[in-house]
């Protein structure tokens, strides 16, 4: 267990309150779900890969795109998962609609830009219109069709909706029109989160990158920090990323990552290096004159912010202390990643590409909770090849730290040698130790799928 733990009881004390979202620390035992190994073959498998797509993809929920980029009637954006091209729209009744972006006529991509306003699509094959609500505007040349000679029947043509739902300030998406509810399918994990009142946040910003490996490397990358010693040794300055707190919920899973502290597996913990200077924050919330441990930097965030919960628009009266200053990792199963402080809310989904299981897409999407009255920032989406960029900060529209991208970039730098590595004839299977168990768990979560074991599904 990391001391740092033990400092937060010690200096904090039990939880003054009870709060929405339980506190990690004093931490529960990480549980045992089995010690096998994962084969290589699903990440390489073409049947695999499709097996995941009826079992998994269609049957779970997703995010679509945030709120915010749906903010008047007629905005639209598109989104993909897989093989299947999505629209997203406000429609003018103030509604947002999901639907396949295909047209009811021969079946071509209806909507061919990613994104911006319109009262009714038009198919450019033909000329075929749908309102934005779905519904059928016009047939090109109706008497050409005699099977309509006396009207089309109603509901026929129009566009086929997929279900949809708003939560947390983002547009969520089922394929199975019979799936639980949102919230119930989100469940305890999603209670903890609503804490943080990710309605409030502003989409800051939001880039794609296409790397050149299965979807589950990119998942199982941002889900354990077991490897922050060896990849990223100089983020160890400003985080603990040493044995942290790992709880499951249900399918879903969550962890801590603590902030403004240094590592206790660097041994100069106590030298004020430049990295430390700019991201421990000493000046801003803790005092300039600040001559305490350098990884106790985070209990006077901690008490700087709990002593003007009552003075501000941020929701730090909801919070448990750890909330305050340290990171809350959440994963959904089986795509949705939200990593928060009170101030901002990282997003990261998990996409596989439509045909080949050795590329995917992460998706980055930075929300930011900003003064009452903000005006909403314009956000360009933009998408990266595998090796396009040599500095991640490029990425990012001034919005994201340039080492912190390239962070980022270091866990990408292993898509193409996890995908090369596991598909060796030398390769037994993955070991994973006790601070990999969401990863195990996850795979659990899809060989689960694969049986037919869908708790969250309800056909009645």
Known sequence: MAKIEDRLIEALGPAKKDTQAPAFVPRKPIPVIGYQRIDGERFHSREFMQREWDHVWTKTWNVGCHVSELAEPGDFRLHTLGKESLLFVRSNDGEIRGFFNICQHRGNLLCQVDSGSLDTFTC???????????TLNRIARPELFAQYRDGVPNGELDLAAIRTEIWGGWVWFNLDRHAIGLKEYLGEAGSHLETYELEEFQLIDSATFEWNGNWKHAHDAFNESYHFESLHADFMNITEGYDVPIELIGMHSRMINFNLTVSELLGNAEEMTPL????????????ADYKGSLKDIHLEVIKAKRAIENDTYMPYRRMNDEQLVHQYHYTFFPGTTLTQTPEVSIMFRYRPHPSDPGICYYDFLITE????????????????????????????????????ANVLKQDGSNMTTMQHGTASQGFRGMILGDQEVRIRHFHQQIDRCLMGDYPWLDHG
């Open 369 to 404: 909770r900003r003064a009452p009255g903000s005006e909403p920032p314009v956000v360009n989406h933009r998408t990266y090849r595998h090796g396009e960029l040599q500095d991640y900060a490029e990425a990012f529209d001034g919005t994201f730290d340039p080492f912190l």
């Open 276 to 287: 430390r200077e700019k991201f421990l924050g000493i000046g801003t919330l803790v005092p």
């Open 124 to 134: 450019p094959y033909h000329g075929w219109k749908w309102n934005n609500d779905g």
